[in-house]
């Protein structure tokens, strides 16, 4: 392939995957403000982020058949536009007070977006295949970079008394100007990618990796990097204004110690992963998740709190785009491979919401998030499953 072509393709896709970022952490970033607005409680604040989660697990289970039959363009044109509108929907009913109808503006952008990280992530790694080396890191420091950018734009617009909807206005056009740029960039992904599922004959197949233990454990890394990353952009800012007398800003400020921190290891973290591969890059990063996480929820004040808040950043960088790249190993079943992974990853922002809603309702937001612990330390056990497959003749000719 023409090393101008998949160069061109690298850049489309970080225009999307910054795009995603930047959708993805709009609300995240004001959750202080809408708090306020909803006037919630934090179970309450659960349930609602539980309905982002209930429409990614709704649709993203069809989209690795959908890309191999549609591109993967025009699944994130779709996917994307789908989550933008609601987005706007979710920040309309904001303003307004409404709980339950903001549910369904939240529900479209799980729908949309979380279908669009399945789409995106296919799309890298035609890339990473096309390229020859690992890249899928880089990707998703470009989404971090968008969700630090979005953080960024929270904080400005708290200090300048900006009302919410305008921040909102600013990231719909943003995103959807990156996606129209990037989309068109993209590699073609073809169609024997997918293992065979655009023949009717042959649909069995796309199921048959959710019998695939290798595929299913995978998951779960990804599942205890995704609960690490998820329960931070949810609960990160809230924990650190229930605790400590501070403005929104700071609280903000928080968000984005973190944020920065798994941008700058996503960024360059594929050094360490050429260099020592993927299991001891997992094997470092679980850890530091481990060590972060414990510092944040029970740090004594303000600066202990936010250096674990950064080494909390730096370990929960790795674990989801290592878990995709190693989902896509075989090129022949990327598609269904990167469909159950990414499944299996956004349970944890099904469970997180309500669990650690729940939890910080008896015990604080911070405490509550001490049960990441868990799930962190399982996919820490499960790094070897990340090491690529012997490669054998049938792989090698499909």
Known sequence: MNL???RRAYWGVMAVFYGSGLTMAALASRLWVVRAHLDATPARMGVLLLFTSLGSMCVMPFIGALVARRGTAVVIRV???VGLVGLALATWFITHGAQAPTAVGLFLIGAGIGSCDVAMNLAGTDVEHALGRAVMPQFHAGFSLGTVTASLIGVACSRL???LADNIALTIVATAALTLWGAVRL????RAADGGTSHPGR???AWSAWRESRTILIGFVVLGAGLAEGSAN???ILGIGEDFAVSESVGILGLACFLVAMTTM???GTRLIDARGRPFTQVVCATCSLVGLAMYALGPAIPFVLAGALIWGFGAAMGFPMGMSAAADDPARAAVRTSVVSTIGYAAFLAGPPLLGLLANHVGYRHALLVVLVPV???LALAPVLRPPARTGASVAA
């Open 234 to 236: 949810d609960w990160l």
């Open 377 to 379: 330390a399982l996919s």
């Open 266 to 268: 996503r960024a360059l």
């Open 161 to 163: 008394g900006l009302a």
């Open 203 to 205: 649909r069995a197949s």
């Open 187 to 190: 590699l073609p992904h073809l």
């Open 4 to 6: 101008h072509v998949a």
């Open 79 to 81: 996917t994307v536009a």
